[in-house]
């Protein structure tokens, strides 16, 4: 899938207005229908089932939907379970670029992600007020590792604001089918989800935020790893871990950091020689020498507490020369040429455009960080920015996204 892009000097971009804020609309029951049968050969492909737990105690929506993210065909699975209810998605701004009106007719409620809306929030009740369902993936991105990745704290607050029952939608599978860092490459897994009413209207008056958030936390813990182990899920595909050096780019051996390649079913440091094989269910193990992390969570686990070990020493630096593109308005992502992007115990800070644009974001900003591979076939992006402008930053240097998006988690941590 592709994005429209457009070059612009960024003195044009600066003068560019946002678009007009519009209310959600109800979505159009025969697109809804258009996705619906669309969905049908990718949820028939990974033989799609899901159970709805406690059904019998479902109340009449309109609901609050929350559902895991860990691939796009998150979006078939919902219309599978929904349709034809009419819902509409939070979604991310850059999804309604170059086709801003299919979206509303869908019902889709745009949004930046990571940046505090309030606009959002009034989108929302406006949907709800009027009969339509609201579904969210609260943790906003793709998870990397297949692990739950951080929830906005203020959530326990809002399912107390909407007054709605609250539904949550968790995958098993949808991560093994489409990993974010193996390029795309579709696998022949079993994808299931399971829907559950973790708070009904009673629940959402009688009980408090903390206990609310609770329940929602607990739903939202899992490793689809871990799963595949336990369930004996193969992965037989021979590129099962192309790739896998997007997310485990620092060797568990020698230490080094953007020496790892993943490619076929092995990952390989190229300055130390250790080599790992992917196998069918999920768990690496060295060719030789001893397997320090049999499974992938752990190492990135791992990665992140190196980096925060960082962050505490001083040591923590991003420093890359990189593309930026803009997003201001639906016609377009601008791109307004080359800049730098450096990140540090500070934040973000970017520059570029011939000295026009300058921007700093600091720490406490974000719980987390917008960032992903091959972004719309562009590149791998760490986005950043307010409710003015997103800047989307391609970098030059290899293999940051993963070690970017770990550091702005744990400063939001170390300076709250």
Not at 101 to 114: A, E
Not at 144 to 151: N, V
Not at 384 to 397: A, M, Q, S, T, V
């Amino acid at each position: 899938m592709k994005i429209k892009t457009k070059e612009l000097p960024f003195s044009q971009v600066k003068k560019t207005e946002k678009p007009p804020h519009k209310n959600p609309l109800k979505p159009n029951i025969i697109l809804q229908t258009i996705i619906r049968f669309l969905a049908i050969f990718d949820l028939w492909q990974t033989k799609f089932t899901y159970t709805f737990k406690d059904r019998d105690k479902l109340e009449n929506g309109p609901y609050l939907i929350l559902m895991n993210h860990s691939s796009f065909i998150d979006l078939k699975i919902a219309s599978k379970i929904f349709y034809p209810m009419p819902y509409s998605i939070v979604c991310t701004s850059d999804g309604f670029v170059g086709k801003s009106i299919l979206m509303r007719l869908l019902g889709c409620i745009p949004t930046q992600k990571f940046v505090t809306d309030l606009t959002l929030i009034r989108d929302i009740k406006y949907s709800l007020k009027n009969g339509v369902s609201v579904l969210m993936y609260p943790e906003a991105s793709y998870s990397f590792d297949g692990t739950q990745t951080p929830l906005p704290e203020n959530l326990g607050q809002l399912m107390k604001l909407l007054k709605v029952p609250v539904l949550t939608v968790i995958t098993k599978g949808a991560f093994h089918r489409d990993p974010l860092y193996n390029g795309l490459q579709l696998r022949k897994v079993p994808v299931s989800a399971t829907v559950k009413c973790i708070a009904t209207r009673e629940d959402i008056k009688n009980l408090s935020v903390d206990e609310l958030t609770s329940r929602l936390e607990k739903e939202f813990t899992f490793d689809n790893f871990k799963w595949q182990l336990e369930n004996k899920i193969k992965v037989t595909e021979p590129f099962r871990a192309d790739g896998l050096e997007r997310i485990l780019y620092k060797c568990a051996n020698c230490k080094e950091e953007g020496v790892m390649n993943g490619e076929g079913i092995t990952i390989k440091c190229s300055n130390c020689g250790k080599e790992y094989e992917l196998d069918q269910l999920g768990q690496l193990c060295a060719l030789r020498g001893e397997t320090e992390f049999l499974h992938i969570p752990h190492w990135y686990a791992w990665e992140r507490e190196c980096v925060k070990e960082e962050l505490l020493n001083g040591t923590y630096l991003l420093d890359t020369p990189c593309k930026i593109g803009v997003l201001v308005d639906y016609k377009a992502i601008y791109m307004v040429g080359e800049g730098r992007l450096i990140h540090n115990k500070d934040g973000f800070t970017l520059t570029g455009c011939d000295g026009e644009l300058s921007y700093s974001q600091p720490p406490q900003a974000s719980y987390g960080l917008y960032s992903d591979y091959f972004w719309y076939e562009i590149g791998d992006v760490i986005c950043i920015g307010d409710k003015n402008r997103l800047y989307y930053c391609f970098p030059e240097k290899e293999g940051v996204v993963a070690k970017t998006r770990l550091a702005a988690e744990e400063l939001f941590k170390l300076t709250k």
